[in-house]
């Protein structure tokens, strides 16, 4: 079976092309320069040529606080382009497997972890456009997998893992926000679960939206302090401290746990607690 990983030069999309290397499926990875997912057409043709059943999109406009300025391309890339990928499947009858975020919830103060039933709220750009491409998939129709996750991070990239571990070398004190809650994702473990269910095909009869985090809670200033412990980079003085001392475009989820249940139970995932993974990928940078 052919299957296509868009925005293959981003986070997941590095660690799809690490995981699927000893797949029976043929795997091709494109980026923007191979395939824009904002032209149907070229999606088309490519499906059509390369007779692809399954797309794995990792594409996506990631840049929280700037999607607040630049509100259409972020719509485009976020809901209008899911929205070709889920055309091109349903011409094929194949599937979409599309990767969300858990800044579709925020605006309502949920304080337990939330379940995919659960109403969007999105408070930002971002969030917004993530969830109406949700929308727009599901209107479609294509057979899909909906992947929300949270907090990502790896060896690929720009994240929040390499952003601290860069400033708590440098910088003798830094204030991290602690109230904001949700789960750190490590990148691999995500790609690990997406290619077990396509892998394996346990995605048949189980169109749907699905949560995707690693085991776990934690704010960002418990996230740092772990980075700093890790790395060995313990001279540098971490502080709590709140979201209004870091002025921003956005206001960010106060809490946005997922809950995993579904997943787990549905397609058998076991799913790794957030310390270990971050031990694993901060080991990895360090090599
Ligand atoms: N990062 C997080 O913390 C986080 C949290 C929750 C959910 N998610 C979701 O998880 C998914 C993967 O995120 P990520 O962090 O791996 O993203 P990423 O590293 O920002 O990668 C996205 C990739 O998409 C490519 N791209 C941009 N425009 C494109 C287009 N028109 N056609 C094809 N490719 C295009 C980008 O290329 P260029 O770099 O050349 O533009 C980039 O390689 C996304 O759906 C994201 O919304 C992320």
Redesign the pocket.
């Known amino acids: 079976m052919n299957i296509l990983v ?2 293959a ?5 590095n660690e799809m092309r690490i995981v699927s290397q000893g797949s029976k499926d043929n795997y091709i990875f494109t ?2 320069a191979e ?4 032209n149907l057409e070229a999606i088309r043709k490519m499906v059509k040529e390369k007779e692809v059943k399954v797309i794995i999109n ?5 840049n929280v606080d700037k999607a607040e300025e630049d509100v259409e391309f972020c719509e485009l ?2 809901a209008a ?1 899911p929205e070709n990928l889920a055309i091109s499947m349903k011409e094929v009858d194949g599937l979409l497997v599309h ?5 579709v919830f925020g605006g309502d103060p949920y304080n337990t972890p939330c379940t995919e039933d659960k109403k969007g709220t999105p408070t930002g750009v971002y969030g917004k456009s ?1 969830l109406h491409g949700e929308q727009n998939i599901q209107q479609v129709g294509c057979h899909h997998l909906i992947i929300r ?4 991070y790896s060896e690929f ?1 720009k ?1 929040f893992v390499k952003t601290m571990l860069n400033l708590t070398a440098t910088k003798p004190q830094l204030k991290v926000v602690f109230d904001q809650t949700g789960t750190p994702t490590y ?1 691999y473990d995500l790609a690990v679960a997406i290619y077990d269910v396509v892998e394996n095909r346990k995605y048949e009869g189980n169109d749907g939206i699905y949560h995707y985090s690693n085991e776990g809670v934690c704010s960002w200033y418990d996230f740092t302090k772990m980075i700093a412990e890790y790395s060995g980079q313990t001279a540098c003085d971490i502080q709590p401290c709140h979201s209004n001392e870091f002025p921003s475009p956005v206001t960010r989820p106060s809490y946005s746990v997922l809950d995993k249940t579904k997943i787990k139970e549905t397609f058998g995932i076991s799913v790794p607690y957030w310390t270990e993974s971050l031990k694993i990928c901060i080991n990895n940078l360090k090599k």
């Open positions: 868009t925005g030069n981003g986070q997941l999309g980026d923007v395939l824009d997912i904002t990792c594409a996506a406009y990631t890339l976020n382009a990767v969300s975020t858990d800044y993530k996750t949270a907090w990502l990239g994240n990148a």
